[in-house]
């Protein structure tokens, strides 16, 4: 069996408005190595399903791929010790303009694990309660209805690759039964 690797030293190389970038020094094998490390304060996402079963979704540009993406609604915590579900029910409401009386839990992710610590907890709405969007002042974002089945075909076809919504979608469809 492989030795345990050893964590020395966490030295912060910078500090962002969502994240902290870390180099760890670790001995793993016996031998010294320098890991990069990001820290995230976690985030939470929704699904929301409308009366007639559609899902809500949120069209936005995204930098880091530098297109537009299409995705469950999501953001990160206030402030680290922020439940969760209440991040979820108003980015719910901040994103798509509808609010919910209950979120169900429907999983928990980390996002990239091979170098990041982000976790997010993702929920269903349902019973959704027209209401408006709260945009933050760099955010545009266009809500659209979606069909399960036609979400399943993009993840299928490649053409979804955002793994908090892949995950949501996939593990709703599972847990309902749905195709």
Partial sequence: MAER????KRELKYQGTILKIYEDTVIANGHEAHWD???HDGAAAVLPVTDDGKILMVRQYRNALDRETLEIPAG???DPKEPKIQCAYRELEEETG???EHLEYLMSLNTT???CDEAIDIFV???LIPSHQHLDEDEVIEVEAWELKDLLQLIYEGKMTDGKTVAAISTYAVKYGCR
């Fill in 5 to 8: 690797v050893e964590r020395l």
């Fill in 37 to 39: 490390f990001i820290h």
């Fill in 76 to 78: 990160k915590l206030d």
């Fill in 98 to 100: 509808y609010r919910s």
């Fill in 113 to 115: 694990v091979a170098f």
């Fill in 125 to 127: 709405a349902r019973d």
